[in-house]
């Protein structure tokens, strides 16, 4: 009797822990994590202009970040189009860019990225933001710039203001 209700006891465990696993997949996992982590509140077009385009989620954002000294940055276009998104990256190449801030030609990305924050991301949540990312569809949009501390931006920027 004793071993029956152990087993029983054992058995809803498994079950329980199980279950939320069993109910997401690794994509659903993904688009969770794409959410939670904000990427969408910095790579969605409009998003810095109030109006969030989500046609568009992930497609790059047409306003940029200006740090004082080193250029501006605009959010790049984060959906698998070839050209102007992350079509050519491999899953490897974007966890190493949202962990570490690298990019496959070796830029060290700005901090405004927080790949700080990311870097204690687990190998499967990585994997499973990396394969969402990967899945999504493409959208052909190619976001300003960068621009170097010199030039003329052509597209709006948030900035820091220094006090006089
Ligand atoms: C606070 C705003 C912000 C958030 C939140 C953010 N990013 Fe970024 N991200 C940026 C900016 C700005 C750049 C461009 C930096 C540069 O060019 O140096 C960037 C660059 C990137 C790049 C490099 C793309 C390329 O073409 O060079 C990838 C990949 C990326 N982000 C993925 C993500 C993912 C995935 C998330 C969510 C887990 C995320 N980002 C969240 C602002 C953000």
Redesign the pocket.
């Known amino acids: 009797m004793r071993q029956i209700v152990w087993t029983a006891f054992i058995m809803g465990g498994i079950l329980m822990s199980g279950l939320p696993a069993v109910a997401q997949t690794q994509t659903q996992r993904g688009e969770y994590?794409?959410t939670i982590?904000?990427?969408?509140?910095?790579?969605t077009p409009g998003t810095f202009l109030g109006k969030p385009d989500m046609q568009r989620p992930?497609a790059g954002?047409e306003v940029?970040?200006q740090i004082p000294g080193l250029g501006i940055?605009?959010?790049?276009?984060?959906t698998p189009d070839a050209e102007t998104?992350?079509g050519k990256?491999s899953e490897d190449?974007?966890i190493k860019?949202?962990r570490t801030?690298v990019?496959p030609d070796g830029?060290?990305?700005?901090p405004?990225?927080?790949?700080h924050s990311?870097g204690n991301?687990t190998d499967a949540d990585a994997k499973a933001?990396?394969r969402y990312?990967k899945s999504m569809k493409p959208v052909r949009n190619q976001v300003p710039?960068?621009f170097g501390p010199n030039e003329k931006p052509t597209a709006a920027y948030l900035t820091v203001v220094m006090p006089q």
Do not use: E, K
Not at 73 to 78: A, G, I, T, V
Not at 112 to 115: A, D, F, G, R, V
């Open positions: 994590l794409v982590m904000d990427c969408t509140g910095c790579h992930l954002s940029g970040f940055f605009y959010p790049p276009n984060l998104g992350l990256w190449d974007i860019a949202v801030g990019r830029r060290q990305l700005v405004i990225m927080p790949y990311y991301l933001l990396a990312l710039g960068p």
